[in-house]
């Protein structure tokens, strides 16, 4: 199963150790990554995450995808 690598950025600044997860796929990925981010969202009132991004790496650290936290929450 493939490993992937949940980092929240402020722009190229990581805010939290990343999360690494073994997942089916990449569109398992994406779905795990919206989770978090709205977990993060709820669960943080900092408003500055509006404007964060997870970047979402494979095992061989190539960037799989990047989703903004603000498309996430519209």
Avoid: H, K, N
Wanted: no cysteine.
């Amino acid at each position: 199963m493939p490993r992937y690598t949940f980092t929240v950025v402020f722009g190229t600044e990581a805010v939290e150790q990343p999360f690494v997860r073994s997942l089916g796929d990449a569109d398992a990925a994406w779905q795990a990554a919206r989770v978090m981010i709205r977990e993060l969202m709820t669960a943080t009132a900092d408003a500055r995450l509006i404007s964060a991004a997870m970047i979402v790496t494979d095992a061989a650290g190539e960037i799989v995808f990047e989703l903004p936290f603000a498309e996430v929450m519209t």
